[in-house]
């Protein structure tokens, strides 16, 4: 087999004439090898994602396969997740209060505290922390879940029971978590509101109507939507994640927790760019 | 009938098949046996278009599996039953569930269902279990729903991958037995992957070698047993050299 190497080695430019095409050999080709192999395996994995993503689609055809099984991801995903969202929420709100009111520091009236609740809430918090937990909590369960079936061989299983599974495992899921996502967030929004104001009301001497006044004030509907978009997008991303990883996973109890761990880390990263993806485009 | 038409697969640049070519015909239980890694499992799961074959292909009923799209394969796996090597029950369901799901996606309304269930759990011996979760079952019962799961369809071939490996004996004499019966009643055509010659002698109508990615020798249990081919003699008297 011809090796990029041996056409390097005959470079005529003088530098390379001038060093020993031995040191070039060893130390860059090696380099410029694995940029290769990372390269071809990047695009590789981005021709399965395609892959993935058509037959996903193809899957949605079999209504009466996932219909049923929505529901079940839906109180799984949904319901289930509440009350770890919730309680990020609430501590989220008091914090944000409180550091509001000491960066204010008279400087500015506090009913502002009520402004920057709501719409640091709205926009940012809401959305990127809940996305952020339930990343390690529904992505990486969908991967192990996932992973466990395909390497004992219950996905292959299912698949002789004739059935396809991104009908049967990968559609329910990833409709319930990017239906149920922007519920999850508008519930810890809310709560994260409800917090700091009580946080105001009992440690900041502001008034309930002083609250409002600071949360009505720059408050504009899109506030709302942007939110619960971008919740609805990380809520996609996550489930995707899930699924293609857990269903690409190999070797044993090992190869799931290596599926379970990069399924956290890809969403996480992935929700983060996504977060400034939406802020550069809607904003 | 079910036939392998010079199939070749490779997995990451080693070659497993290597033109397997083998038919099995209507009715009779072919038993392909062979050294562990030579591609007896890989060669089954090519039947229900579970891998596809890099060149060559298997027919189930005059259709090519590996050319077939989603639809006429799903149509080619509703006639098959396929038991795995470790059951592969779905670990979240009851052993009625597992039964059930299969037979679900074939339109069967819930009394047929029930039916087919019960029917196929006294078959395998194990009526009353439905209710029980397959953790709650040893490897041999697990084994035994398998059968059960891929019976309960009623299909026209059963495909069998290494059902008594890690058995002890008697339980491999039990599914043995039980594969015969399900040949017997059911009349289905099977493909069976095993390593285990006794199971191959009981159940086996003809027996394949598959060696170095090809078949070695097929003949009858007798001609098998008679044979003269050093390789095939090796392997079914389980000779060290």
Redesign the interface.
Known sequence: MLRPYLFLHAAPLPFFTSCAPTVFGLLLLPVIEAIGRRSISAIEALGRFGHFLMDMVRGLRDVGIWARLVVVQMRRIGVDSLPVALFIAAFTGVVLALQASYTFTGAVPLYFVGTLVGKTMMLELGPVLTGLALAGRVGASMAAELGTMKVTEQVDALETLAYDPQSYLVVPRVLASTVMFPVIVAFAIAVGIVTGWLTSLALLDLSTSDFIKGLKLFYVFKDVWFGLLKSASFGLTIALVGCIVGLGTRGGAEGVGRSTTRTVVFSAILILVLDAFWAVILL | MIEFQNLYKAFDGKNVLQGLSLKVRDGETVVVIGYSGTGKSVAL?HI???LHPDAGDVIVDGQAVGTLE?DAL?RV??G???V???A????SMTVSENLA??LR??GLGDDEIEDRIREALALVDLSGTGDSMPAELSGGMRKRVGIA?AIA?RPRYILYDEPTTGLDPVTSAVIDRLMVRTREHLGVTGVVVTHDMRSAYTVGDRIAMLYEGRIRQVGSVAEIQETEDPVVRQFIEGRAE
């Not at chain 2, 592969?88 to 670990?91: G, K, P």
Request: positive net charge; without cysteine.
């Open positions: 799961k229900v278009g579970l989603r799903t796996r509703q098959i039953g396929y795995f090597q470790f592969a029950l779905f670990d799901l299969g996606r074939r799961r369809l």
